[in-house]
């Protein structure tokens, strides 16, 4: 048996040092030149060079890239987590029998990768002469991320007793006022749960703001690293300050909100 857990505690720590991997090599070849880091990226930088970060600063219109990504990360995921949750409470509480054939189209799209989409997405946009907005990238995000969000809140509306909403009806409110007053709270540990997942992919994603955002003056902080590629080599170090750049505000806010966050994972999985 204890040998047993002897294995158990080798194998995570080495699948969290393996983990640990590349963001060492991040942070470590952000202190270095190009030349060093082709070189030798695993070695430790002769000295500490800070120009890397502010020459990435300067490429990426760092504030600029900044809010694009908060204001486009900030509407999609609050509306993201609204419309998905009314939506997957009218699809269970509904009678109809077209509500359970939507959910399962919902289910289905899971497995439909994005790729295929692509072509046809830029196309009709394109030809609607829509693209290189970020309010249509919003726009996008809710589409593409509402069949998860509904999944996830359909599956966890179903422990929520009805007797609650019954009582709600009872005493003179309507099918709103119940969703917001009495279910809406309630949801809050997988709102948390959906809230991170979202908020992770919206904020990293990279090829979808590729292909609606062209303007330099939308981008977001990944289409920003764009300034380190040229036609035939990369800027490697300012390419991995510009990357630790780009992950640190994420990494502040878990860092601040990462008890409440644990909180209502943990509650969501219990319940």
Known sequence: MARNNWAKYVFVYVMFILT??????????????????????????????????????????????????????????????ITASMSAYFLLRSNWKISKVIFAIMVASLVVPFQTLMIPLVKIYGSMEILDNKWILIFMYMGFGQSFAIVIFHGFMKNIPIELEEAAMIDGANRMQVFFRVVFPLLRPVMLTVLILDVLWIWNDYLLPSLVLLSPSERTLPLSTYHFFSTYSVDYAPLMAGLVLTILPVLIVFLIAQRRIIEGVVQGAIK
């Open 20 to 81: 640990l991997v590349p963001f060492y090599l991040m942070i470590n070849n952000s202190f270095k030149t190009t030349q060093l880091f082709v070189e030798s990226p695993f070695s430790l930088p002769e000295k500490l060079n800070y120009f890397n970060y502010i020459d990435a600063f300067q490429k990426m219109n760092f504030w600029n890239a900044i809010l694009n990504s908060t204001i486009i990360t900030i509407l999609s995921v609050a509306l993201l987590l």
